[in-house]
């Protein structure tokens, strides 16, 4: 952008170099929460570059890269610089129908997928029928496609938003990418693990499937059994049993035209049981360790204490978007907080 640093725009990443701090980085696109353009930024504050401040001009404008772990500011040496920049980033922070394209999260989910399962676990485990009732086929369309153009600026709220507009939303999605979760070329050996009669053995083709998937898969999948987990776990409220659940979720996850007519009940029973196993065996199949358990545990908690203020008519009880939280460092009264 300018003569003291690069950048290098190359599908979903962005390289860039500092020359005089020595200094290089990549950012991942999928994970931009917002591109802001030198207009939103100079409202907001003047650029902070390199540890100081530099106030913005006209010939020297700035815009901003927010993403879950930190703020990028850049500047360039004109504003038509600045508008071709942000809107090249835009672009390629945009989302696309493979999972491989989609707004990620801090966490590396889909950020779609992320908003529903929060929005679900905050006011939805205990509710009969969750995932097996559909949604308002206009409610959930106009859902889908909010999450399509910005997934990052959509916030579930339980004011506006059914709850089971949000799982039929995540189904959805679920279920029109083009190649499944559990990856079409891997379809035929998950079929066939699922036939292997010695239960140990089978679990163990499972886990090896299972790490053969691409990245934003296998955190996808790790983080949905979780979940279905937890909702399982209350069936004696919600009546969605693991077999209940892997019987929606079966052909959600591994559904595609060319692996066997849509009236195979055999293959359709197969399925079942390898999402049913992939429910109450996460742990093992994804190897989670001992701290983890303890840390997914604690989010439970924090959602049904949530859950539990919804259902009691707590008009406090949060959306289920980002959390912003300012941070003061020096005395509020002395101007404008550093945040």
């Known amino acids: 952008l300018n003569r003291s640093s690069a950048l290098s725009l190359r599908n979903k990443e962005l390289k860039y170099h500092k020359m005089e701090a020595e200094e290089s980085g990549i950012v991942n696109l999928r994970k931009v929460s917002d591109v802001k353009t030198p207009e939103e930024t100079s409202r907001r504050r003047t650029a902070t570059l390199v540890g100081r401040q530099t106030k913005v001009t006209d010939a020297q404008v700035s815009f901003q890269i927010v993403t879950p772990e930190r703020t990028y500011y850049l500047r360039a040496q004109t504003p038509e610089d600045a508008e071709v920049w942000c809107s090249l980033l835009k672009e390629a922070a945009g989302t696309g129908a493979q999972l491989s394209d989609q707004r990620l999260s801090s966490s590396g989910i889909p950020v779609i997928v992320e908003k529903c399962v929060t929005f679900v676990e905050a006011h939805g485990t205990t509710v009969e029928g969750i995932y097996r009732h559909s949604g308002t086929k206009s409610s959930v369309e106009r859902l889908v496609q909010a999450f399509e153009q910005d997934a990052s600026s959509v916030v579930l709220d339980l004011s506006v938003n059914a709850i089971h507009d949000a799982t039929s939303c995540l189904k959805a999605f679920l279920r029109r990418l083009p190649d499944p979760l559990l990856s079409a070329a891997l379809l035929p050996s998950f079929i066939d693990a699922a036939r292997i009669d010695d239960h140990d053995m089978k679990l163990f083709q499972l886990q090896a499937l299972i790490s053969q ?17 937890r909702i399982a776990d209350k069936s004696d409220e919600n009546k969605m049993t693991v077999q209940n659940l892997s019987v929606i979720f079966g052909p959600t996850l591994m559904t595609t035209e060319s692996l066997e007519a849509p009236d195979d009940f055999s293959a359709a029973n197969l399925k079942w049981a390898v999402v049913g196993d992939m429910i109450r065996y996460h742990r093992w199949l994804f190897q989670m360790g001992e701290d983890e358990i303890k840390r997914h545990r604690k989010e439970q908690e924090a959602m049904e204490k949530i859950n539990r203020a919804a259902q009691q008519g707590d008009s406090a009880s949060p959306a289920m978007g980002e959390f912003l939280v300012e941070i003061y460092l020096e005395n509020r009264d002395r101007g404008e907080p550093h945040r």
Do not use: D, F, Q
């Open 213 to 229: 998937l691409p990245a934003v898969n296998w955190e996808t999948l790790k983080y949905l059994m979780i979940h279905l987990s």
